[in-house]
Each structure stands twice: as C-alpha cells, then as structure tokens.
C-alpha cells in the first residue's frame, strides 16, 4: 500500500523535508494526534521501533494480493479501513469526534479519503494487468511526484538536485515497465502511476496546510471505509470472505495501516528522525522482496535495478528540499 510514510506523528516522517525542519509538525499525514505518556527510554529503542513501520508497510502489497484473490475491490477496502480506524480510535485517548470538529475539519478528511481511498483502489485495479512487484514500484514514484507539484506550486524550493531526483526515478521506472511495452499492459501501468499521484497530490495539500495542519486520519478513514461500502453494493457482488482473506483483510487493516501508523509515531517522537526518515524509501524494495518469498512476484534485473533507481531519486530529493 502506500504506507510509506502515510502515517507521521512530525515533520521528519517526510524524507522530502530537511534536517532542520524536522523538528517540527508534520506537514504529511498525521497519526492519530494521541497524546503519548514520556516513558524514559533509550533513543536507540525508539528508532528500532519506529523501524518496525518499514516491514509492516511492506507487507501492505502482499496482503492486498492474497485478499485480491476472494473479495471485490472496494468490499476488502472497506472492511480494512474500518478496521485500521476502528483500532486507531480505540489506542487514542483524545475525545471523540463532534460534529464541529467534523465541519471544521471536512476538507482535510476528505483529502484522506482522496489519498488513502483513491491511492489504494487504484493500486488493487492495476494489479489485474500488471504484476505486483511492477505495481507498488511504480507508485513508489510518488515522493518525486511530490516534489514536482510542491515546486511548481510554489510551495518548495527546486535545485539542480532534484532534477537528478527525476532523471533517477524516470529511468527507474523504464526499466520496471519497459517488459509491459511489448505486452500492452498499460492500463496498469497508468492505473499505478494514478495510485501514486493520488498520494502526492494529498500530501502536497498538507504541505500547503502547513504545521498546524488538523488531525483527520480517524474520520478519513472512516469515510474511505463508508464510500468503498457504498461503492460496492453499486458495482461489485457482496462475497462471503474464506477464513484466509477475513484474516488477511483484518491483519492488514490492524498492523500494516495501524501499528505501522503507531511505531512510526513513536519513532519519530522519540527516535533518530533522520534514520527514520531515510527508512522508509527501502519499502518497495522489501515488499519486492516479500512477494517473491511468497511466490508472488518474480525478481528481475529491471524491476530490481529500477526499484533501486527510483528509491534512490526520492532519497537524492529528500536532502535538500525545504518549504517556502
């Protein structure tokens, strides 16, 4: 899934923003806005936990795949997310949503519905014409996605950095769907890219929002759980879940989206921001690695390399973009 840093509890969940900057309220996605009782703890242990998010994320595209296999689209989305919001809600100690905060706050949950809902629908589609492996690579374009808009809007800084940023993460992804060319596969290969945009556009409205953006991600969820529901009684046949994917929809929707969004929070409050930051450009490259343990994604030299490419532009674009 996109959960890459979809979760941040500040701003050094994004690795697009400086080490400088990193101090201070994310501008991406937040968690749950929970407040935390100070433990005193090691700053190594918080970094290993925050580290934890990185895997968890990971396991994202595998589990889409499986569930992929038994339940309709928007059927599984809507079971996971109000599975990821039912658990966030029930780890937060702020009070529950009123119906003000709610108006006050409308366009920001919405924006989570177009990052979370939108982001990972068309991810699940593109894999009915492409492989997975080839997928999530792809989407992983969005940090440099982001950086295109954020500039072209104003809202970040360009250098002659990252112009090497997109020429990495161009000729990453040639590679990935190059094999498609021949094939004609490029529905899915649009359908990826439109996953990606979709998170980049999001987060590049958070960015315009600034530090003091609201917290929305409960309410997001739940919204994105509710229109996938609605969605699906209009286009899809309701089916009974197998004991397998009912597990799978539930684990992904409790650890990937949730205790992912949790350990990261706490990394980062806690943690080496920087590490942290840096860590989680090495998802597409373990969920490649997870998929293939599985049977589920065959490793080529393309995918690799261009994976590697393309991680390796988004972590060129994190070291010296800074906001306006």
């Known amino acids: 899934m996109l959960m ?36 005193p703890r090691r700053k190594g242990f918080w970094t290993i936990i925050g580290l934890l998010a990185v895997p968890l994320w990971a396991l994202w595209p595998l589990m889409a795949v499986i569930a992929s296999d038994s ?13 990821a919001a039912s658990t966030l809600f029930l780890s937060s100690r702020r009070r529950p949503y009123t119906s003000r905060m709610i108006n006050q706050q409308l366009v920001s949950i919405l924006m989570v519905a177009l990052g979370v809902l939108v982001g990972n629908v068309l991810f699940l589609y593109s894999l009915k ?61 649009v359908l990826a890219f439109g996953s990606g945009l979709a998170w980049a556009v999001f987060c590049v409205y958070r960015i315009w929002q600034g530090p003091d953006a609201p917290d929305a991600l409960i ?11 609605v969605i699906h009684f209009m286009v899809e046949t309701t089916t009974l879940p197998t004991p397998l994917s009912l597990f799978v929809v539930i684990f992904t929707g409790v650890f990937p989206l949730a ?66």
């Open 4 to 39: 890459d840093p979809w979760v941040a509890g500040s701003q050094a969940a994004s690795p697009l923003l400086p080490v400088e900057a990193r101090g201070r309220t994310s501008p991406c996605i937040r968690q749950s806005g929970s407040e935390h009782v100070s433990i």
């Open 71 to 83: 339940l309709p689209t928007f059927q599984f989305s809507a079971i996971n997310y109000a599975v």
């Open 129 to 189: 014409f492409i492989a997975p492996a080839q997928s999530n690579v792809i989407v992983y374009l969005w940090p440099v996605i982001l950086v295109v808009l954020a500039t072209a809007l104003g809202l970040m800084t360009f250098s002659p950095r990252h112009i090497l940023s997109v020429l990495l993460a161009l000729t990453g992804a040639v590679l990935v769907i190059g094999p498609d060319l021949a094939t004609g596969s490029w529905k899915g290969v």
């Open 219 to 229: 309410a997001g969820l739940t919204v994105s759980s509710v229109s996938a529901m």
């Open 259 to 324: 205790v992912g969004a949790l350990c990261w929070d706490y990394g980062l409050r806690r943690g080496d921001k920087v590490v942290l930051a840096v860590s989680a450009y090495a998802t597409p490259l373990v969920s490649i690695l997870i998929l293939a343990a599985f049977g589920r994604a065959q490793l080529t030299a393309g995918i690799l390399v261009g994976a590697t490419l393309i991680v390796g532009g988004g972590l060129v674009s994190s070291r010296q973009v800074r906001s306006l």
